[in-house]
């Protein structure tokens, strides 16, 4: 057991059982009955249509909402495909499903098959004493067989779109840790990435919008905004790291007054607090889109963002300098390491990635404000720290953070999905992150003396 | 002098028989690690008992477990002959047990008399009797002989006067077990000459006093028995009268060692290193010397002289005001030790935990540090050619290690030592400075940094030895410089005729007095 504890993978990545544990609790408290109405579940249904030896006539019925209009579109093309043939699609309620069913009725069209949802399938109309009656009143449409995607018991919390989702609100906090975890591993503090966050998504909404004019930007101009924002958070961050080093001023101090100046400059780009709209629909399509996979964008790039950090921290001579660095600055520059550099690179970086999170928030909700993203840096630092980096330096593991962030994202998503009280969610946080610092302190810990 | 002999207030029978202190079989381990095994200890009243052994030996352990500061798995305190729990420090404080670790325990921003005081003020919130704490402070100063102001502050004390402040914390706490680690270590030799007259003067009043150093001359000078310890396991005791400091040496490491200080001549050749007229404020002022291939220089003088200094200037870790530094009648611009490496020097600090190593950091990771770019193509590193590498030192240096992943913290100081060398030998520098490479470092180990010392200069390498111990000076080099508060005033050639009297006559001064 104590061999477990001690073993590299735990007390680097321990935090993953924990991720694991909670997962497995939310699915357990999320166990609900399952309705299905996604690609898949049409996919089935037009399948079963298909495999009819004759031809049938198809309605289509589903209540109104985006996800419902889209399985009726999904199965009027699959159906479309095929020998069979759709008479009708009816996306709204009880009383325009009627009005359809006289349509047919009177026209003589048969309707061997009516495909619907969860919902609509308990409409009176679709019950067999309602289809009964419609029979009856319009005999030419025949026996109507009512055919839906399977109901299924399965925790709300374990869907794949769900677990995309909770990725994906993990992705901005995600993105930005990474340059944290650098910052905090040369034993500093950067304080002004919520600021940046901020700056960055209004610089770059006006740029976009600039540009604009009457047509949409091109892919080009949009990559130049996205890069001019993300330039301008790297030089503050870079501004950060030099008067952090060549004057040695706290870190915490500098980023302070930058975090000040920052939301400053976002509020003068912005000319106010008013929201700056971005209507090219290119610029949402690069935080909507999901490529690849079917997995959001943001949540693509946060992945490999983790997996080029990873093998900087851990297989290049920056990464061993940036442990260095924090573990020992003095012993470091004696040894010849350019500890100045190091150090404004881990602040320039930290910039960069809060830029680059400022420019996906922005994509995403086609807005940026000068006042967001307000007091984000707090829940960036706590996800470094939940992943395991020590706040005195040198010390961490930029995956660990990976899984910090995560481990935060899925208890406020959990808690969310579980209708916990907002007090009670403070509360939760608050105590997951001072539980994750004693943790670290156990772990640097001899175990016997502890108890000794 | 036999222990036995010493007066002791004659109480009743029964205290007075009973040895002052007494720790029978006392043992602990650590994963992986017996660090003692079976250790007995006495220790009588008004006695010095001198605690030797190398590094790792379980010295330290020892006095961890008899001030509180870990538990045995095994064994029995006894204090007078009565038994003893001590399960933290305040127990240990309770039984009159006063420790003075190399690392002061000491608040910086508070005086003396406040320091003394800490924690025995009381509990609850009252008035502090500022007038009587200090009556008391200089009377228990008085009564070790030292006069000190008691509102001085204590990070303006010199660290023989904040050893001085330890002690009467010690005292005002009626402590009759004083044990003092590696008290000398970062005193000057007027400041060792008074801590032995305090030590004294604590043994007259029947305090017993457990003195571990390295240093087998003030062992010599002050012990009255000596207890060998080696492997965690308790070698020898005996009084100080039947030993030889062969003897110790030799119950220490396990092992005869012929010489102490194995010195071989090597071939000198041209001068590598040459630095003239090295200025930066009171610090250095105007050094000038050489350094010839094959030659190991020993630069000596008391703490403060200016010797690290001089050597932080010649390594480009501090910024040099005037003077130049050539390498091979190469003149060259240090701006970061970065530049002085890539020249060939390196320095090999002498505070290791501070300014030679990353202690949370492995060994691996300690050794690559100025190699990597040896190690790494593109900024990506080969960990498997660093691992080859450092194989080779681990087996050649006799480097005790776990593996290469181990936490370069977790050493015992001459382990460390060597990492440091390890890391510094893979650059294969012209010029290797050595700030006192032996300082804290076991018999055993130090011997072995000798021979490599030898191996170097027989290589051509330039080697220059900074050193406070004379006896090393003398022994290991080939040349002697010394300095006084920033100068060189002293410079042996003919090592082999000269005598520690005559340096430290250069290194106070006195040779240029009067002028």
Redesign the interface.
Known sequence: MKKLLQSPFVSNYGMIFVLLLLCAYFSLATIDQQNPVTPQAARKIVAFIAAQPTVKNVLVVVPRGVEDRRFAEAVRQGIEQGPHKVVGVVVGDPAMTRVEFVRLGAAGTTVDFVVTQYAAAKWDLLLPAGRQKLQQEYPSLGAIDVVKPNSYTWPTFLTPQHLLTVANQTALTGIVAIGMTMVIITAGIDLSVGSLIALSGVVVATLVGRMAGESDPTLVSLILCGMVAVSVCALLGAGSGLLATWFEVPAFIVTLGVMQIARGLAHKVAGGSKPVRVDSEMFHELSAGNAILGIPNPVIVMLLLYLAAHVLMSRTTLGRYLYAVGGNPEAARLSGVPVKVVVVFAYAMCGALAGLGGVLDASLFRTARASGAMGYELQIIAAVVVGGTSLAGGQGKVLGTLIGALILGVISDGMRLTDVAYDTQLIVFGSVIVVAVLVDKLKSRDWRMLRG | MNAGDVATPASDAARSSAPLLRMTNVSKS??GVHALQGVDLELHRGEVLALLGENGAGKSTLIKILGGA??PDAGEIMIEGQPQSIANPLDAQRAGIGIIYQEFNLVPHLSARENIFLGQEGGGLRWLPVNAERQRARTLLDRIGVPLDVDARCGALTIAQQQVVEIAKALLTEARIIVMDEPSATLTLQEVDRLFAVIRELKSQGIGVIYISHRLDEIFEIADRVMVMRDGQHIDTRTIAESTREKMIELMVGRTLENEFPKQPAEIGSPRLRVQGLCRGRDVQDVSFEVRSGEIVGLTGLVGAGRTETARLI?G?DRLERGTIELDGVPLRLR???DA??AGIC?L?EDRK????????TVR?NF???N??RF?RL???N?RAENRSLDGYIKSLQIKVTGP?QRVGTLSGGNQQKVVLA?WLERNADVIIFDEPTRGIDVGAKFEIYLLMNRLAAAGKAILMISSELPEVIGMSDRILVMHEGRITGDVSDVNHTSQEVIMRMAVGSSKAGT
Request: glycine share 12%; no cysteine.
């Open positions: 650590f994963p870990q538990s390594f870790a970061h030790p970065r490496i890539a320095l600090t501070a300014q030679g190593l990353v202690l949370g950091q990771e690559g540090l100025p990597l770019a790494s900024g990506f590193l960990q992943e890391k």
